[in-house]
Structures are given as structure tokens and as C-alpha cells.
Nanobody
Framework: QVQLMESGGGLVQPGGSLRLSCTPS????????IGWYRQAPGKARELVAEVNDAGNTRSGDSMKGRFTISGPGAENTAFLQMDSLQPEDTAVYYC?????????????WGQGTQVTVSS
């Protein structure tokens, strides 16, 4: 079974930075699209940023200019660099991907990693 392995996250002060990474647990999958969604308490899950295998990216409006996604590249890993973090960025961040494995097209979700922005 293919899973998404996330790392990064944690507690940071306002104005600080964090870097998230996400990669499939099986190296032989082909990533079509990979990125992150986030969900704050009492709010709907929203797109943070995603990148496809051609390197094209899209991101949520409130993240533009502050968050940068890169990957998947040869490492089959996506990275999310988050700068100028604000308390409203506090949420659980979920990695999400569409991958192909043995002719199967799979949608995957990570378990989520907590990002807390607080002084």
C-alpha cells in the first residue's frame, strides 16, 4: 500500500519560517500532482499549493508570495517553504497527491502535520 510520508511542521513565532516535505512510501510510483491542503479548526480544508510533474504550480490566494512549492523532481519529493508565517496560518497541513503505480491511478492523502504560529 502506498502512503505519503510527511515531515516538518511544528511551532513557530509570527514572521518565522517552516519547511514541509512529502514523498510517497514507494519509490516506483509516478507522481502526477503533489501538494498540500490545510484545515484550521472549524474551517473547510483549503488548497495551500500543488505542483505537477511538469513543474506547473498553483496556490491559494492567501499564500501567494509567502509560500513556495517545489518538486517532485528526481527525488520524488515535494517541498513547501513557508515564510512570513502568521497566526492565521495555524492549521493541520495534509499532503495530497495523484500518483500512478502499476497502471493504477491513485489519490493519496497524508496523515497531516500540525503547524502552529504563535508568540
Amino acid at each position: 500500500q502506498v502512503q505519503l510520508m510527511e515531515s516538518g511542521g511544528g511551532l513557530v513565532q509570527p514572521g518565522g519560517s517552516l519547511r514541509l516535505s512529502c514523498t510517497p512510501s514507494v519509490s516506483t510510483v509516478r507522481i502526477g500532482v503533489i501538494g498540500w491542503y490545510r484545515q484550521a479548526p472549524g474551517k473547510a480544508r483549503e488548497l495551500v499549493a500543488e505542483v505537477n510533474d511538469a513543474g506547473n504550480t498553483r496556490s491559494g490566494d492567501s499564500m501567494k508570495g509567502r509560500f513556495t512549492i517545489s518538486g517532485p523532481g528526481a527525488e520524488n519529493t515535494a517541498f513547501l517553504q513557508m515564510d512570513s508565517l502568521q497566526p492565521e496560518d495555524t492549521a493541520v497541513y495534509y499532503c495530497h497527491a495523484w500518483v500512478t503505480r502499476m497502471s493504477q491511478y491513485l489519490e493519496l492523502w497524508g496523515q497531516g502535520t500540525q503547524v502552529t504560529v504563535s508568540s
